[in-house]
């Protein structure tokens, strides 16, 4: 064989076994979209969780359909055989997979040199490893063993951080001199038994240590009702310090969630679920609305003629990002996203349950009206986290 007969033939085998590498990744990235998107939608548990075991299903399962699909024999994509040699099907389902692979380089691409400063960015941050503070290393059931045996997991650990932004107002009157609030934001509790209730009773002792001026809470409370009457308990105390306001999210959706409604209010919690509430702090008129769609409640107010110097909505899903900046919010916060969860090297996060996949997945989005904030979270209902500590944010707001 003449060396430029074999240099080509080196080159078709690359590119057949890029095109099968193209199409195992491209398969992968195509199922992570249809299951972040779908969980932004209100769609029943019983079906989301089908999905997720379809997609657990395709993902390792696709690379053997493809080699049985297009096989080893001579002239085959693993063999150095050219894509456009290969039956119709095949050609079709590679080109149809591969082309994930390009949202994939885009998300990747965005991740690395934008979103990664966003999701970071803070002024000052301690980082604890509760369950060495504690001392409490309970755990609850099998996800409970897996998580805390799940090398590097920071589930037990607490990120409590200071953010700043700086707001600017149409509604701002001259007169006044600039103001800066203290908003406690923290979501995504997940009482599922896994962190023990050591663990959120550290969390309140070190909210109750940041001075705050209004204190939020933006949804998934329980996962395990029957720890409903805790997960109160451990909250209550935090209505001594400062008004709190919530909105529910879609976990508690699952469940009773006027229950839940009623037992946090009934607690000194307020819900601002579907509509908004103006509270005077720092002498200023602070309107505050709240979002729980697409899963309950009605639509927040417009607030864009309000009488107030700062509006701000609560809203579980930061999908709702348009939706505020139409009713004239200054500034969104959010959670539901967990930050991903679990940020692989490299690529960022993977998993995020938004239409905009992990666009928003957690951080802080100062370059837009209304600014958002997307806190990583607290719990989780599957407790692994992977380079996406929980977080405990304390937002200075200047307007
Ligand atoms: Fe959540």
């Given at each position: 064989?003449?060396?430029?007969?074999?240099?080509?033939?080196?080159?078709?085998?690359?590119?057949?076994?890029?095109?099968?590498?193209?199409?195992?990744?491209?398969n992968a990235e195509f199922w992570v979209i249809l299951v972040n998107r779908s969980h932004a939608l209100?769609i029943?548990?019983?079906r989301l969780k089908?999905l997720r075991?379809l997609h657990d299903?395709a993902v390792?399962?696709?690379?053997?359909?493809?080699?049985?699909?297009?096989?080893?024999?001579?002239?085959?994509?693993?063999?150095?055989?050219?894509?456009?040699?290969?039956?119709?099907?095949?050609?079709?389902?590679?080109?149809?997979?591969?082309?994930w692979?390009?949202t994939l380089?885009l998300q990747v691409?965005h991740w690395?040199?934008?979103q990664?400063?966003?999701?970071?960015?803070?002024?000052?941050?301690?980082?604890?490893?509760?369950?060495?503070?504690?001392?409490?290393?309970?755990?609850?059931?099998?996800?409970?063993?897996?998580?805390?045996?799940?090398?590097?997991?920071?589930?037990?650990?607490?990120?409590?951080?200071?953010?700043?932004?700086?707001?600017?107002?149409?509604?701002?009157?001259?007169?006044?001199?600039?103001?800066?609030?203290?908003?406690?934001?923290?979501?995504?509790?997940?009482?599922?038994?896994?962190?023990?209730?050591?663990?959120?009773?550290?969390?309140?002792?070190?909210?109750?240590?940041?001075?705050?001026?209004?204190?939020?809470?933006?949804?998934?409370?329980?996962?395990?009702?029957?720890?409903?009457?805790?997960?109160?308990?451990?909250?209550?105390?935090?209505?001594?310090?400062?008004?709190?306001?919530?909105?529910?999210?879609n976990?508690?959706?699952?469940?009773?969630?006027?229950?839940?409604?009623?037992?946090?209010?009934?607690?000194?919690?307020?819900?601002?679920?579907?509509?908004?509430?103006?509270?005077?702090?720092?002498?200023?008129?602070?309107?505050?609305?709240?979002?729980?769609?697409p899963?309950?409640?009605?639509?927040?107010?417009?607030?864009?003629?309000?009488?107030?110097?700062?509006?701000?909505?609560?809203?579980?899903s930061p999908d709702?990002?348009?939706?505020?900046?139409?009713?004239?919010?200054?500034?969104?916060?959010?959670?539901h996203t967990h930050g991903g969860q679990v940020i692989l090297?490299?690529i960022g996060p993977v998993f995020s349950p938004s239409r905009y996949g992990v666009a928003l997945a957690a951080?802080?989005?100062?370059?837009?009206?209304?600014?958002?904030?997307v806190?990583?979270?607290?719990?989780?209902?599957d407790?692994?986290?992977?380079?996406?500590?929980?977080?405990?944010?304390?937002?200075?707001?200047?307007?």
């Amino acid at each position: 064989m003449s060396e430029s007969a074999a240099g080509n033939e080196a080159v078709s085998l690359l590119a057949g076994w890029m095109w099968f590498a193209a199409s195992v990744i491209g398969n992968a990235e195509f199922w992570v979209i249809l299951v972040n998107r779908s969980h932004a939608l209100p769609i029943a548990h019983r079906r989301l969780k089908l999905l997720r075991r379809l997609h657990d299903l395709a993902v390792p399962l696709w690379p053997l359909l493809l080699l049985w699909l297009n096989g080893l024999q001579q002239g085959s994509l693993l063999r150095g055989g050219s894509l456009w040699q290969q039956s119709l099907w095949t050609r079709r389902l590679v080109l149809f997979t591969s082309f994930w692979c390009l949202t994939l380089i885009l998300q990747v691409l965005h991740w690395q040199f934008r979103q990664k400063r966003q999701a970071r960015e803070c002024t000052a941050s301690r980082l604890y490893d509760v369950k060495a503070e504690t001392k409490d290393s309970a755990v609850a059931g099998v996800p409970g063993l897996l998580a805390a045996v799940w090398p590097g997991n920071q589930y037990c650990q607490l990120d409590v951080n200071l953010k700043q932004i700086a707001i600017r107002t149409s509604r701002q009157r001259a007169e006044q001199p600039p103001q800066t609030l203290r908003i406690l934001h923290f979501s995504d509790l997940h009482f599922t038994g896994t962190p023990g209730l050591s663990y959120y009773e550290f969390l309140v002792q070190q909210a109750e240590l940041q001075a705050a001026d209004l204190i939020v809470f933006t949804g998934d409370l329980v996962d395990k009702p029957e720890l409903l009457p805790e997960a109160v308990r451990i909250l209550q105390p935090l209505t001594r310090i400062a008004p709190c306001l919530f909105v529910l999210g879609n976990h508690d959706w699952r469940y009773d969630y006027e229950q839940i409604r009623q037992q946090l209010v009934e607690s000194g919690w307020r819900s601002v679920a579907g509509t908004a509430m103006l509270l005077r702090i720092r002498d200023r008129m602070v309107l505050i609305g709240g979002s729980e769609r697409p899963w309950m409640s009605d639509e927040p107010p417009q607030v864009r003629e309000s009488f107030s110097d700062l509006t701000v909505l609560l809203s579980h899903s930061p999908d709702q990002l348009r939706r505020a900046e139409q009713l004239g919010y200054d500034l969104m916060l959010s959670g539901h996203t967990h930050g991903g969860q679990v940020i692989l090297p490299l690529i960022g996060p993977v998993f995020s349950p938004s239409r905009y996949g992990v666009a928003l997945a957690a951080g802080l989005f100062q370059q837009q009206s209304p600014v958002l904030h997307v806190t990583r979270g607290v719990g989780a209902k599957d407790p692994v986290r992977w380079n996406c500590s929980p977080e405990l944010t304390l937002l200075e707001v200047s307007f």
